[in-house]
């Protein structure tokens, strides 16, 4: 009984120990100052030459037998500042900024939260929200982080909301690398 119990650790360690499982994929993005979480080696997305001069870059992979989008996307914030430079009540504006926005975007908020670590400099939301793309409900799942002066985002889309377990077993591994 006891190496049955000690093989089931073994086996959950092993598994969730690295990104691998399902054949995913840590990438480190920007300059390698952004690791995320792709099914496959992710394509550089064209940027309209309007947005180019503000610094956005992003990077994407779908899945289409899963009816799966990834987008990893910097830009730079909209903040005088470095984002660790304001006070705590900022976090409550980030928060509102972001909320409204997808409300804008006709988007339905199914859940959201935010930290704000001012000593590290460092502002993160991760939040859910579903909309309409051809007539069909969609879903999306992101991590924002706010770092310094720059807005990461690491995004999965999904066309089924059970499918929202990828984003969740993997929106830790999606992190800024300082």
Request: charged share 25%.
């Amino acid at each position: 009984m006891r190496f049955h119990n000690i093989l089931k650790v073994l086996v959950l360690i092993f598994i969730s120990s690295g990104l691998h499982a399902q054949d995913f994929y840590s990438y480190k993005l920007f300059d390698n100052k952004f690791q995320a979480v792709f099914p496959g080696e992710p394509s550089e997305t064209p940027i309209p030459n309007e947005y180019k001069k503000f610094g956005i870059k992003a990077y994407q992979y779908g899945d289409q037998v899963n009816q799966l989008t990834f987008t990893s996307q910097l830009s730079p914030s909209s903040l005088k500042y470095n984002v660790g430079e304001y006070k705590q009540s900022t976090k409550k504006m980030l928060d509102e900024s972001i909320t409204k926005a997808l409300k804008y975007d006709n988007r339905k908020i199914i859940s959201f939260s935010s930290t704000f670590k001012r000593n590290e400099n460092i502002y993160t939301a991760i939040f859910t929200s579903s909309f309409f793309s051809e007539g069909q409900k969609r879903y999306a799942s992101t991590k924002q982080i706010i770092y310094k002066k720059k807005v990461y985002k690491w995004t999965v889309m999904y066309s089924h909301l059970k499918d929202k377990y990828i984003f969740d077993n993997y929106q830790e591994h999606c992190k800024v690398i300082k």
